[in-house]
């Protein structure tokens, strides 16, 4: 598909937004979380959906496989409606969607093969050994091939996160749904889990819809982004457009004069300040689909 060359999603592909949410609202008791989101996640590309603590991102997230239903609004995944579906009705839908949650929670009775087997063993009816050749895929997709018989707390942090990957994209999906992919990671360990997405993204041909306020890795993974703050959308479009936006609030965001505290709080390698890291990440990704 091709990349959208302008700023507002209606430039979009019309065919092609996977995912699409339309007018969502959503409140829990008084507080109003979501005002009115609408967002096209395209197919194929990754789109990050980036707004400080608190504004509401995983709350528009658990609403693409309904694991919340909007007070009022449309959320569409391919041609099907996903918002007023009974809950047995959205098995077969979840099925296409991987999610990576924030706390990457591993059963932490079994080891890495059982977790990363689990959904095969729930959702398909294949056999020991064809299981076991998917779950050593899709451990070497995320770059770990020896800890198929580890426990969950004989490993470190970015290696769980792998498996919780290895374990979302088990059974193929078409999307995959990250929440703050990098939070409690060291520099280094984010980084890594950045390139994964984007491997995953090429190699899988998934879409990605990543969430979080690590700017580094925003403008690193990102094709497209959205920026949320209190419930409302304040700019969506190509990396570059927000980056030039003058809305004073993508500015404030963008200079981490916002949440600064939530940004890296983790110091980086050799004495390199995460500042330093971040303005240096900030030069604009060349494309990998335009060729
Ligand atoms: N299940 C829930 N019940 C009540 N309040 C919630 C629930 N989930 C989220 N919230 C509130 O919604 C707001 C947005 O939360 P969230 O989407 O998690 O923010 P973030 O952008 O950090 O992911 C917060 O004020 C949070 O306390
Ligand atoms: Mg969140």
């Not at 065919?15 to 949410?21: C, E, H, N, S, T």
């Amino acid at each position: 598909m091709p990349r959208a060359t302008h700023e507002t999603s209606s430039d979009l592909d019309p065919a092609d937004p996977i995912i699409r949410l339309v007018d969502l609202w959503k409140s829990f008791g008084s507080v109003q979380v979501l005002k009115g989101i609408s967002i096209d996640f395209p197919r194929g590309q990754s789109t990050v959906v980036l707004g400080p603590s608190g504004c509401g991102k995983s709350v528009m997230l658990k609403h693409i496989p309904g694991l919340l239903r909007p007070d009022r609004g449309e959320v569409w995944f391919g041609g099907q409606t996903i918002h007023g579906r009974r809950e047995n009705q959205l098995g077969s839908i979840r099925r296409e969607i991987g999610f990576l949650f924030q706390q990457s929670a591993l059963f932490d009775s079994m080891n890495v093969e059982r977790n990363v087997s689990f959904p095969l063993i729930e959702h398909t009816r294949l056999g020991r050994p064809e299981i076991r050749d998917r779950v050593e895929e899709v451990l070497e997709q995320v770059g770990l091939s020896q800890v198929m018989q580890k426990m969950p707390s004989e490993l470190s942090g970015g290696q769980r996160k792998r498996v919780a990957l290895a374990r979302a994209i088990v059974l193929r999906p078409k999307v995959i749904l990250y929440d703050e992919p990098t939070t409690g990671l060291d520099p280094i360990r984010a980084d890594s889990i950045n390139e994964l997405i984007i491997k995953l993204q090429t190699e899988l041909n998934v879409t990605s819809i990543v969430v979080t306020h690590d700017l580094t890795s925003a403008f690193k993974v990102a094709d497209r982004m959205v920026m949320l703050h209190e419930g409302r959308i304040v700019t969506q479009g190509l990396p570059e457009a927000l980056r030039q936006s003058e809305d004073s609030y993508v500015q404030q965001f963008l200079e981490g004069r916002s949440d600064e505290s939530d940004l890296l709080p983790v110091a980086g390698p050799a004495g390199v300040s995460n500042d330093t890291e971040r303005r240096a990440e900030r030069k604009p990704r060349a494309s990998r689909k335009d060729g």
